[in-house]
């Protein structure tokens, strides 16, 4: 494969080169594809609009290196991480690569279908789908990973199969001496009245600097229900750039849930494309940033068809030097009537000197639709911390009550117990961490 | 227990003057209802006393039990046995009633030297309070005041004020926005938890909930001063002839005892 690059080559490109040329793979067209797709693309630049609030330096002024050269470090302690109800069900990945030995597969019976996506490579569905399902627009991102990946995550049901557990997909990264770029990868094919929970969980095992760029695909066929909690934990000084997509055909559910805690700088793109009628899904986040973290969530809910329902509330608390940024499209196609949809983005600032930048974007080509959204930048309502204080609370309790009601609400749908409580403590952790800090009335 | 010395109060923002000058007393064992028009400085009072923060004192001082509570934080008056019920009270989504008055008793019996309940027993004693305003038990695990109607948050006030057992209560417009049955509830609710060691002090812009709980004075406040003391025949007269044969002559300073 030669490099023909049309573009200003950008550290991706340069990383892709060395892989090209190596060649050993079971995604012989995938690769191809993808580094045609990488040699025509420009890295993004403030310029484009769609980039416009986000400052892209943490990836453009490292020297990354690829995994190999990296001098990673092994994983350790991570059955900590490991949730109780997925003891049969769990895809554990280091570094993008995935460990058998961590990994239980195969627990939940006739019908549902959990593996490495390298061992099912010969698979018809994933022949089908896999890497067909991505649908972003003049991505740098998506086609670097579609070149980089060996492993990744497959989950399978058949029609009419009911996962009896929730699957966890456990993406960890360990410590390196080099920063080093990571391409996990994950494929979902819901058939037919089919049902399953995932819980994505990227986990930062240091305080290292490395670039995951997670893609995962989604096809919600006829009837079938997806609940996917997605729980962004890594260092604080990663670059987590992740592009989810979702398929929802008639009748089926699609419910996501994004909690986005570590990370120097996160972009993240999830995207609901709906290809029938009478469908109902979700992309609610929660997002709990301090210091100098940037978290930037750019969603596209695309409603194509008639009678939908969707649902985006999208929280965030910013505290420090922390920026967040927020776009939410919702298209409404013409055609597309009945359409009920709602977003909401509602900010919390805690310091003078965090940032939120919110623009909720609705283009709605229909008529009869109920669209609601808002977007709102707050500070905590010093009424509210009067009415804790004239109860006996202290004034930093009662802010950190409030922080913490704030944040709740947007986790309160997640249905698998021990992520509910995980998620819980996350919270109170930040809060407990952010409390120290004036408010200004 | 409280006494108000010549209490002048200026919104902070803006430094304009609500309390001209403000002197009262008010002793345990006590109910006082304090009236007037809107605007009068009555609910700054009740703000001031409880420390809100957006009221300066800039003059005269408030002493309760004798010593001085300006250097107080709102929540070191709540510990020594200051509670407002708030006109509007604020709504608190996803924490539940039973945390926050838990995490209130808690912190208020600590520091007045009572002793913490753990959950089941904080269970236990709550449930007994509920009766006192009438309301069910699933009301415990709701957010606070989250979606309750304006009869609701009312009560739920009281029902904090019974929870917390305080030495002074300031209720501050409580009986506005409640219908004749909510009404009496509260009213008895409050004469139940009234007691020899304890102050009340109403304020309203009615006669009506001083047919239910009745006071033993009565105090006219009008343009941030009180203009007229008397007992509750005072109230009767108000609710006669109106504010206007006071605002005529609001001159007087009046004191209580």
């Given at each position: 494969?030669?490099?023909?690059?049309?573009?200003?080559?950008?550290?991706?490109?340069?990383?892709?080169?060395?892989?090209?040329?190596?060649?050993?793979?079971?995604?012989?067209?995938?690769?191809?594809?993808?580094?045609?797709?990488?040699?025509?693309?420009?890295?993004?630049?403030?310029?484009?609009?769609?980039?416009?609030?986000?400052?892209?330096?943490?990836?453009?002024?490292?020297?990354?290196?690829?995994?190999?050269?990296?001098?990673?470090?092994?994983?350790?302690?991570?059955?900590?991480?490991?949730?109780?109800?997925?003891?049969?069900?769990?895809?554990?990945?280091?570094?993008?690569?995935?460990?058998?030995?961590?990994?239980?597969?195969?627990?939940?019976?006739?019908?549902?279908?959990?593996?490495?996506?390298?061992?099912?490579?010969?698979?018809?569905?994933?022949?089908?789908?896999?890497?067909?399902?991505?649908?972003?627009?003049?991505?740098?991102?998506?086609?670097?990973?579609?070149?980089?990946?060996?492993?990744?995550?497959?989950?399978?049901?058949?029609?009419?199969?009911?996962?009896?557990?929730?699957?966890?997909?456990?993406?960890?990264?360990?410590?390196?001496?080099?920063?080093?770029?990571?391409?996990?990868?994950?494929?979902?094919?819901?058939?037919?009245?089919?049902?399953?929970?995932?819980?994505?969980?990227?986990?930062g095992?240091?305080?290292?600097?490395?670039?995951?760029?997670?893609?995962?695909?989604?096809?919600?066929?006829?009837?079938?229900?997806?609940?996917?909690?997605?729980?962004q934990?890594d260092s604080r000084?990663a670059i987590h750039?992740?592009?989810?997509?979702?398929?929802?055909?008639?009748?089926?559910?699609?419910?996501?849930?994004?909690?986005t805690l570590g990370g120097k700088l996160t972009?993240?793109?999830?995207?609901?494309?709906?290809?029938?009628?009478?469908?109902?899904?979700?992309?609610?986040?929660?997002?709990?940033?301090?210091?100098?973290q940037v978290a930037?969530?750019?969603?596209?809910?695309?409603?194509?068809?008639?009678?939908?329902?969707?649902?985006?509330?999208?929280?965030?608390?910013?505290?420090?030097?922390?920026?967040?940024?927020?776009?939410?499209?919702?298209?409404?196609?013409?055609?597309?009537?009945?359409?009920?949809?709602?977003?909401?983005?509602?900010?919390?600032?805690?310091?003078?000197?965090?940032?939120?930048?919110?623009?909720?974007?609705?283009?709605?080509?229909?008529?009869?639709?109920?669209?609601?959204?808002?977007?709102?930048?707050?500070?905590?309502?010093?009424?509210?911390?009067?009415?804790?204080?004239?109860?006996?609370?202290?004034?930093?309790?009662?802010?950190?009550?409030?922080?913490?009601?704030?944040?709740?609400?947007?986790?309160?749908?997640?249905?698998?117990?021990?992520?509910?409580?995980?998620?819980?403590?996350?919270?109170?952790?930040?809060?407990?961490?952010?409390?120290?800090?004036?408010?200004?009335? | 227990?409280?006494?108000?010395?010549?209490?002048?109060?200026?919104?902070?923002?803006?430094?304009?003057?609500?309390?001209?000058?403000?002197?009262?007393?008010?002793?345990?064992?006590?109910?006082?209802?304090?009236?007037?028009?809107?605007?009068?400085?009555?609910?700054?009072?009740?703000?001031?006393?409880?420390?809100?923060?957006?009221?300066?004192?800039?003059?005269?001082?408030?002493?309760?039990?004798?010593?001085?509570?300006?250097?107080?934080?709102?929540?070191?008056?709540?510990?020594?046995?200051?509670?407002?019920?708030?006109?509007?009270?604020?709504?608190?989504?996803?924490?539940?009633?039973?945390?926050?008055?838990?995490?209130?008793?808690?912190?208020?019996?600590?520091?007045?030297?009572?002793?913490?309940?753990?959950?089941?027993?904080?269970?236990?004693?709550?449930?007994?309070?509920?009766?006192?305003?009438?309301?069910?038990?699933?009301?415990?695990?709701?957010?606070?005041?989250?979606?309750?109607?304006?009869?609701?948050?009312?009560?739920?006030?009281?029902?904090?004020?019974?929870?917390?057992?305080?030495?002074?209560?300031?209720?501050?417009?409580?009986?506005?926005?409640?219908?004749?049955?909510?009404?009496?509830?509260?009213?008895?609710?409050?004469?139940?938890?009234?007691?020899?060691?304890?102050?009340?002090?109403?304020?309203?812009?009615?006669?009506?909930?001083?047919?239910?709980?009745?006071?033993?004075?009565?105090?006219?406040?009008?343009?941030?001063?009180?203009?007229?003391?008397?007992?509750?025949?005072?109230?009767?007269?108000?609710?006669?002839?109106?504010?206007?044969?006071?605002?005529?002559?609001?001159?007087?300073?009046?004191?209580?005892?």
């Amino acid at each position: 494969m030669a490099l023909p690059t049309k573009v200003e080559p950008s550290i991706l490109h340069q990383l892709a080169k060395g892989v090209a040329e190596n060649g050993e793979t079971k995604w012989k067209d995938l690769r191809e594809k993808s580094l045609e797709e990488l040699n025509t693309t420009a890295f993004p630049h403030k310029k484009i609009e769609e980039w416009r609030f986000t400052d892209l330096r943490p990836i453009t002024r490292t020297d990354f290196v690829n995994l190999d050269e990296a001098g990673t470090l092994p994983a350790t302690n991570i059955e900590q991480y490991f949730i109780p109800e997925s003891d049969r069900s769990r895809l554990v990945f280091i570094n993008g690569k995935f460990h058998e030995k961590y990994s239980s597969i195969g627990g939940l019976g006739k019908g549902v279908t959990v593996g490495n996506l390298s061992d099912h490579s010969e698979d018809e569905t994933v022949k089908e789908y896999l890497n067909q399902l991505v649908n972003y627009e003049k991505d740098l991102f998506v086609p670097y990973n579609g070149l980089m990946f060996e492993d990744g995550a497959y989950i399978h049901l058949e029609k009419g199969a009911k996962a009896e557990a929730p699957i966890q997909v456990l993406n960890i990264y360990t410590d390196a001496k080099e920063p080093y770029v990571t391409t996990p990868r994950m494929l979902v094919v819901a058939e037919e009245e089919s049902d399953v929970t995932i819980v994505e969980d990227h986990i930062g095992l240091s305080e290292n600097r490395y670039m995951t760029i997670p893609v995962s695909e989604v096809k919600v066929k006829k009837g079938a229900h997806i609940h996917h909690v997605r729980i962004q934990r890594d260092s604080r000084d990663a670059i987590h750039v992740a592009r989810p997509i979702a398929y929802v055909e008639k009748n089926s559910e699609y419910h996501a849930y994004t909690i986005t805690l570590g990370g120097k700088l996160t972009r993240n793109e999830p995207r609901v494309i709906q290809e029938d009628e009478e469908v109902d899904f979700t992309l609610d986040g929660l997002v709990l940033i301090d210091g100098d973290q940037v978290a930037d969530t750019h969603s596209v809910m695309d409603h194509r068809f008639s009678h939908a329902e969707s649902h985006q509330l999208h929280k965030v608390v910013v505290n420090g030097n922390a920026h967040s940024i927020f776009n939410g499209k919702i298209f409404v196609r013409r055609d597309a009537q009945k359409i009920d949809s709602f977003q909401e983005n509602r900010n919390l600032l805690l310091s003078l000197d965090g940032l939120v930048n919110a623009k909720p974007q609705l283009e709605i080509f229909a008529d009869d639709v109920l669209c609601s959204h808002g977007a709102t930048v707050g500070q905590l309502d010093p009424e509210e911390v009067f009415y804790l204080q004239s109860r006996g609370m202290t004034e930093e309790k009662a802010k950190e009550v409030l922080t913490y009601a704030f944040a709740l609400e947007t986790i309160e749908n997640v249905k698998v117990e021990s992520v509910h409580k995980l998620l819980i403590d996350e919270v109170y952790r930040y809060t407990k961490a952010n409390n120290v800090e004036k408010v200004s009335a | 227990m409280l006494e108000l010395k010549n209490l002048h109060v200026e919104v902070e923002e803006d430094g304009t003057e609500i309390l001209k000058g403000v002197n009262l007393t008010i002793n345990k064992g006590e109910i006082h209802a304090i009236m007037g028009p809107n605007g009068s400085g009555k609910s700054t009072l009740a703000k001031a006393v409880s420390g809100h923060p957006e009221y300066e004192v800039t003059e005269g001082d408030i002493l309760f039990n004798g010593e001085s509570i300006l250097e107080m934080d709102p929540d070191e008056r709540a510990h020594a046995g200051v509670f407002l019920a708030f006109q509007y009270p604020v709504e608190v989504p996803g924490v539940t009633n039973t945390t926050l008055l838990r995490e209130s008793y808690n912190t208020i019996a600590a520091s007045r030297g009572r002793e913490e309940l753990d959950p089941l027993q904080f269970d236990d004693y709550i449930r007994e309070k509920l009766d006192l305003v009438e309301m069910k038990p699933d009301f415990l695990e709701r957010s606070v005041n989250t979606g309750f109607s304006g009869g609701e948050k009312k009560r739920n006030e009281i029902f904090q004020m019974a929870v917390l057992e305080p030495a002074l209560a300031l209720l501050d417009e409580t009986d506005s926005g409640l219908d004749i049955d909510a009404l009496k509830v509260v009213a008895n609710g409050i004469n139940k938890l009234h007691g020899d060691d304890d102050a009340v002090v109403l304020i309203t812009h009615y006669q009506r909930l001083l047919n239910y709980i009745v006071p033993d004075f009565v105090h006219v406040m009008i343009g941030g001063k009180i203009v007229k003391s008397g007992d509750k025949g005072l109230a009767l007269t108000l609710e006669d002839q109106g504010y206007d044969w006071l605002e005529a002559h609001a001159t007087v300073n009046g004191e209580a005892k």
